[in-house]
């Protein structure tokens, strides 16, 4: 579409839900460092973390620098092959020891995420293009009490094998680095995105500890995401489908399977400040584990997360400031630890010309 009617596009959606594209966008390269606690892959980790888009995902930003801080809590735990993998990844397994493991693994993660985004003004390909980077820091702990028992295999010769453990690692640290790019286009209700993203694993991260904030290796992630948005009712839909591919964990020569998630969201504008909405996703991995360093074979993970969501739009200065709040319950889980997870978002974005607010956007306060 033609640049008048993305500038209109622009400053109707980032006036009626401006922080949470923003945000959407934040949040990307936010799911990326938060990977170290999604559990799943080598060791209970993967790449991205679920819920990382949501409603508005993939409408328009308003052009220039839009800055997203976000404080991410969860709390998992599992039991069965996700603790025994955490014990095969800090090396607390003997080589030779043909292992079963009852008891269970538990994590409490708390990070503070800063994600830096720009808009640029001219449009790409007829769309928009937007580049960001996000940082992390935070505080992980992580505990593990089990028994380990089975075969300790030494030459020739078998033994019996018996050992209680219960131990527990606490790390604050920097995460890794994620840059991502992505192009939006709008027309009329419907809204379209493709983004590209990544994992440069220079975060907190030893293959013998079992708390990490970085994920310990490299990994790129592409996606597709479409949003209905009507701004005569105020009704919202969004959904991103993704694909990860991680390359190996130089240090455990370790290889996670190819990654799928879904991220979806949909909210009610009740005015043109204030949204309501479930959100929710689902993850899966498609692809199995190999290298070296896999000692438990193809170790699918999946997850399922449902929850609400609360939004609220308000002026900062000649800026403008967006709030929200969104959790999940997690289930359906295999070969992940599972739990709950909080997010509180504040996003400070380019306030819109009110000249280029339509006037179906009075239209949604009711």
Same mark, same amino acid.
């Given at each position: 579409?033609?640049?008048?009617?993305?500038?209109?596009?622009?400053?109707?959606?980032?006036?009626?839900?401006?922080?949470?594209?923003?945000?959407?966008?934040?949040?990307?390269?936010?799911?990326?460092?938060?990977?170290?606690?999604?559990?799943?892959?080598?060791?209970?980790?993967?790449?991205?973390?679920?819920?990382?888009?949501?409603?508005?995902?993939?409408?328009?930003?308003?052009?220039?620098?839009?800055?997203?801080?976000?404080?991410?809590?969860?709390?998992?735990?599992?039991?069965?092959?996700?603790?025994?993998?955490?014990?095969?990844?800090?090396?607390?397994?003997?080589?030779?020891?043909?292992?079963?493991?009852?008891?269970?693994?538990?994590?409490?993660? =708390?990070?503070?995420?800063?994600?830096?985004?720009?808009?640029?003004?001219?449009?790409?390909?007829?769309?928009?293009?937007?580049?960001?980077?996000?940082?992390?820091?935070?505080?992980?702990?992580?505990?593990? =009490?089990?028994?380990?028992?089975?075969?300790?295999?030494?030459?020739?010769?078998?033994?019996?094998?018996?050992?209680?453990?219960?131990?527990?690692?606490?790390?604050?640290?920097?995460?890794?680095?994620?840059?991502?790019?992505?192009?939006?286009?709008?027309?009329?209700?419907?809204?379209?995105?493709?983004?590209?993203?990544?994992?440069?694993?220079?975060?907190?991260?030893?293959?013998?500890?079992?708390?990490?904030?970085?994920?310990?290796?490299?990994?790129?992630?592409?996606?597709?995401?479409?949003?209905?948005?009507?701004?005569?009712?105020?009704?919202?839909?969004?959904?991103?489908?993704?694909?990860?591919?991680?390359?190996?964990?130089?240090?455990?020569?370790?290889?996670?399977?190819?990654?799928?998630?879904?991220?979806?969201?949909?909210?009610?504008?009740?005015?043109?400040?204030?949204?309501?909405?479930?959100?929710?996703?689902?993850?899966?991995?498609?692809?199995? =584990?190999?290298?070296?360093?896999?000692?438990?074979?193809?170790?699918?993970?999946?997850?399922?997360?449902?929850?609400?969501?609360?939004?609220?739009?308000?002026?900062?200065?000649?800026?403008?400031?967006?709030?929200?709040?969104?959790?999940?319950?997690?289930?359906?889980?295999? =070969?992940?630890?599972?739990?709950?997870?909080?997010?509180?978002?504040?996003?400070?974005?380019?306030?819109?010309?009110?000249?280029?607010?339509?006037?179906?956007?009075?239209?949604?306060?009711?």
């Amino acid at each position: 579409m033609g640049s008048d009617a993305v500038g209109e596009k622009l400053g109707f959606f980032q006036r009626s839900c401006p922080s949470r594209t923003a945000l959407a966008a934040c949040v990307l390269a936010i799911g990326t460092s938060l990977s170290s606690i999604a559990w799943a892959d080598e060791g209970g980790v993967s790449f991205w973390l679920p819920g990382l888009f949501g409603s508005l995902a993939a409408t328009p930003l308003q052009p220039g620098l839009t800055l997203s801080t976000t404080y991410y809590h969860t709390s998992v735990s599992a039991s069965g092959d996700v603790a025994l993998a955490r014990e095969f990844e800090t090396r607390r397994v003997p080589v030779g020891l043909a292992a079963t493991l009852s008891g269970s693994v538990s994590a409490n993660i =708390d990070l503070a995420l800063v994600n830096a985004i720009y808009t640029f003004p001219t449009p790409v390909l007829g769309g928009q293009a937007n580049i960001s980077l996000l940082s992390i820091y935070g505080r992980s702990n992580t505990s593990l =009490d089990a028994t380990l028992s089975g075969v300790l295999t030494v030459g020739p010769f078998q033994f019996p094998f018996l050992r209680s453990d219960s131990f527990s690692d606490t790390v604050w640290g920097f995460g890794d680095l994620y840059p991502m790019l992505s192009l939006r286009w709008n027309s009329g209700v419907s809204n379209w995105m493709v983004y590209l993203t990544g994992d440069i694993p220079v975060g907190t991260y030893s293959d013998t500890s079992l708390a990490n904030i970085g994920i310990g290796h490299g990994a790129i992630d592409a996606g597709y995401g479409y949003t209905y948005f009507n701004p005569q009712t105020g009704h919202e839909f969004s959904a991103v489908l993704g694909i990860t591919y991680n390359f190996t964990n130089q240090s455990t020569q370790y290889q996670n399977g190819v990654d799928m998630h879904l991220d979806w969201g949909a909210s009610q504008f009740l005015s043109k400040q204030f949204l309501v909405g479930i959100v929710g996703y689902v993850y899966k991995e498609v692809g199995c =584990d190999s290298g070296s360093g896999d000692r438990l074979g193809c170790f699918q993970s999946q997850v399922v997360g449902l929850g609400p969501q609360i939004g609220f739009i308000f002026p900062v200065g000649n800026l403008q400031g967006y709030l929200n709040l969104k959790g999940y319950r997690e289930f359906a889980a295999a =070969d992940r630890p599972d739990g709950w997870n909080v997010w509180a978002s504040f996003v400070i974005s380019p306030a819109p010309p009110m000249s280029s607010a339509p006037p179906s956007h009075r239209m949604i306060t009711k």
